[in-house]
């Protein structure tokens, strides 16, 4: 079993650096151990995607921004194997971002992509998040930051349950992956 962070961000509008919370699960020898969830200020106070995530300019005005959130998060990614994400492309790159805003160091920590690990391991089409949760019995309250992060680390201990292994990658699911997309 792995020590890992999974990571979910809301974001207010198109802009990679537009976080307004993050959602914080660290996992360890196969159990969850802590849980975080994070408002933050964007640079600007455009929101877009208020109708997905319910979130306003009004509820994140008084936060801290990222880079003032940063020192309270740092820990967390302390002693990880890997950081875990659903469409792990979009929270990477949203935490490239936000990190050069802030000109913080990006962690250098490898992300685990929870939607290609669900198809492989169990071939679940969609893949989107609700329906991975549904498939392994799991609650969501799907756009919610920890609500998403706590799903996506369930999803990589139930992988890990199921034979996964972050040590081997996509390894030991990989040809079942590759079959399924080549459907």
Same mark, same amino acid.
């Given at each position: ?43 600007? @106070?455009?929101?877009?995607?208020? /109708?997905? /995530? ?9 936060? #801290? ?5 940063? #020192?309270?998060?740092? @820990? ?9 994400? /659903? ?13 050069? =805003? ?22 679940? =089409?969609?893949?989107?998040? @609700? ?18 992060? =706590? ?9 890990? =349950? ?22």
């Amino acid at each position: 079993m792995s020590s890992f962070l999974a990571i979910d961000f809301e974001t207010a509008n198109y802009d990679a650096d537009s976080a307004c919370a993050i959602g914080l699960v660290r996992a360890e020898e196969g159990k969850i151990v802590q849980e975080e969830v994070f408002l933050i200020r964007p640079p600007s @106070p455009e929101f877009f995607f208020t /109708h997905i /995530h319910g979130l306003t300019w009004e509820d994140v005005a008084d936060a #801290p921004d990222f880079g003032e959130l940063w #020192p309270d998060i740092l @820990p967390l990614f302390d002693g990880i194997d890997f950081l875990a994400a /659903h469409n792990s492309g979009f929270d990477a790159k949203i935490l490239k971002s936000c990190c050069a =805003r802030y000109d913080l160091p990006t962690p250098e920590t490898e992300f685990t992509c929870t939607v290609k690990l669900a198809r492989g391991m169990w071939e679940v =089409r969609p893949a989107k998040l @609700p329906n991975v949760a549904h498939f392994l019995g799991l609650e969501l309250d799907h756009h919610d930051a920890l609500s998403d992060s =706590r799903a996506c680390a369930n999803i990589v201990l139930a992988a890990e =349950r199921d034979g996964w292994s972050f040590d081997s990658g996509y390894d030991n699911v990989r040809e079942r992956y590759i079959a399924i997309d080549q459907m």
